[in-house]
Structures are given as C-alpha cells and as structure tokens.
C-alpha cells in the first residue's frame, strides 16, 4: 500500500511544519537524513527507495514538498520502521541520537565544488530571491486566514455546539468499541496544500486509508469543532487518530480525521479542500447548517459566500506566486545539476537499497 501526504505547508502564519513528528515517531528504529543543495537528486532518491518498497508490496508512505509536490519531502517505509527524509532548510534537523538512531546522507559528495565556486554570485542572489518572494506569498495567505477567522466568529455565537457534541458521540457509540488500547498514538499530516499548480489535495490517500466515510457538509465552515471533537472522543477510547489539518490554518483547524483501526473517515466537504469522494463509501452525510441558527443563516448567508470567494481568490495569487518561485528555484537547480556526478550517485543510490533490504 502506498499513499501520499504533506507534513509542511506554506500557511496564513509562514512555513509550518510537523516535520520533528517524522523524526521523533516511536515506531521508527531508523532515521537518515539527507543532505544535499537544490537539484543533487534528493527527491529522486527518495522516490527510488518508495519504488522499490512498494514494488515489494510493503506500506509506503511518500511525503511530498507542499510548494513543488512532483517533489518528496520524506519517505516512511512502515513495517521497516524506518524513515529517509530531506533534512536541508527549511527542514533542518539536529541530530538527538547519531549514528545510533539518525544517520546523515551527504550528497555534497557527489558534486564539483568548483562549478559551484565559479556560479557563486548567481547562486547567491537567486537564493536571495526565493527566500524574498515568499513574503507576498505568506500576506496573501494571512489575510485568507483572516477572512476565515472573521466568519468563524461571526457563526460562533450562533452554532449549537451541544447539539453536535450529542450527535458525535452518538455516532462514535454506533462505530466504535472500547476500549482498544491504553496508548493510542496520534498523528499529524497534511493532504492538501497551496502549490504552483493551485491546491492540490490527495484525494486518493483518504479513499486507501478509509473504507468508509462521515461526510460533514461545511457551507459554513464549523466541521474544524466537530473534526476536533470526535478525534477527542476516539483517542479516549484507545483508538488511533490520524489528524488532517488545514493548509491555511494547520494550528487552529481539521480537515480530516482518519481512524486506521476502523478505516473510518470523518471529512469536512463542500469546500476548497475537500477530497473527491468514492460516494458508495459515504455512510452518513451531516450538514453544518443544522447547527446554526436558522435566522441567523438566512440573514448571513451572503456573508458566508463572500468570505469563501475570497478566500478562493487571495489563495490562487499565493499559488500564482509560488509558480514564480518554482521559476527561479529551477534556475538555481540547473547550477547544482551541472556540478553533480549523478553515475556516482546512481551507484550509491542502488547499494543503500539493497542494504535496506
């Protein structure tokens, strides 16, 4: 089985990260970090070693770069308890264990420093550039999350969060059994992100995870209470609960919550995040506006289509930007991959497979 993720995002509040969680997982026996410039085959590395484990029909899990997602962040091979992953900026990683635990992977070896030397002015200020060009990107995304926010305030005083408390936990008592385990582990992943090429959701992730879903319907945008609430009611059952947060606000708000044990998914619909669906999976449709008051929905409804519109539009100039940034990291990768002896590291490549093995 293999399925795709995020565990960093371009976010309303920077570059956000659940990065240490792939580092410091206690299923893990062994981590190697992978040192390396822009275009000395990190990613091709990575996507190598996922190949191999797949073909072999083991569980792998291919963590993607948020801002270029053809790219790999981080491979996790599970029933090898082991993780490969990218530990250049802005991953960077002090290492708590070397060599007992962490390893470091240095592909700086395989590269001709002076080629390097030589193209050091353009190298520079291309990476002076990239870093500048993420500001516009975090503005846009920050007035998105103010957006959001303002709407969310705007139902909060107004949502009968009793109601939909006494409805999950009578969903949870129709699904689950209790309890399971006293150490029930948590996990945090991210499937959807503002990229060059717009949001890009990993749909196909939710549909090999869960063979049925919970669909909350969120014209409104109050599914992040209910996500969070049934997590809550599940972890103390003893079940394990994959989180999915949200691009835009990953610290405040769910998108998903997948339960592994019971291959159940709770998933927020009707918005700009929303995975496409198996809709024979769907066991239950919920709708957020049950919850709210009636006259109050009626009366704001224009609001509430104002603010996602908005929000839709402010989030595609982020990607548009991102696009041009994707621009200029592809100039400066031209200069590594001219510097790179890339026969060596195929060679390589292959020898630290077959010592997986």
Request: glycine share 4%; aromatic share 12%.
């Amino acid at each position: 089985m293999t399925y795709d993720t995020f565990t960093a995002a371009n976010t309303e509040k920077g570059f956000f990260s659940y990065f240490d969680e792939l580092v410091r997982d206690p299923s893990l026996n062994r981590v190697y970090l992978i040192k390396g410039g822009p275009g000395t085959g990190k990613s091709t590395f990575m996507k190598k070693i996922a190949d191999k484990f797949a073909d072999s029909g083991l569980t792998v899990e291919r963590i993607h770069c948020s801002s270029d997602p053809d790219s790999l962040d981080g491979v996790q091979i599970k029933e090898k308890s082991i993780s490969v992953i990218d530990a250049t900026s802005p991953h960077a990683y002090e290492m708590s264990l070397p060599g007992a635990y962490e390893s470091f992977i240095d592909l700086s070896k395989f590269w001709d420093e002076n080629k390097l030397v030589d193209n050091r002015q353009q190298i520079k200020q291309l990476f002076t550039e990239i870093s500048a060009a993420y500001k516009p990107v975090y503005s846009l995304l920050k007035a998105a999350g103010s957006v959001e926010n303002w709407i969310s305030l705007l139902i909060e005083s107004n949502t009968d969060y009793e109601k939909i408390t006494s409805h999950i936990k009578k969903i949870i008592k129709q699904n689950a059994v209790s309890p399971i385990s006293s150490k029930p582990v948590i996990s945090n992943r991210l499937l959807s992100a503002f990229s060059k090429d717009g949001i890009i959701t990993y749909s196909k992730t939710t549909d090999t995870l869960c063979s049925e879903y919970i669909v909350i319907e969120d014209f409104a945008g109050i599914s992040g209470f209910f996500l969070n609430k049934t997590a809550v009611f599940f972890n103390k059952l003893g079940y394990n609960t994959m989180l999915i947060h949200s691009p835009l606000s990953p610290d405040k708000k769910l998108e998903q919550v997948i339960i592994p044990q019971l291959r159940l998914g709770f998933i927020a619909g009707g918005h700009i995040f929303s995975p496409q669906l198996d809709d024979h999976k769907i066991i239950k449709k919920l709708f957020s506006k049950n919850y709210i008051d009636k006259d109050f929905y009626s009366n704001n409804k224009n609001k509430i289509t104002f603010a996602r519109k908005t929000i839709r539009e402010l989030t595609d100039h982020a990607s548009i930007a991102l696009s041009e940034i994707k621009a200029k990291h592809d100039m400066l990768e031209k200069f590594y991959i001219s510097a790179m002896d890339f026969n060596a590291l195929n060679d390589f490549t292959n020898t630290f497979i077959d010592n997986l093995n």
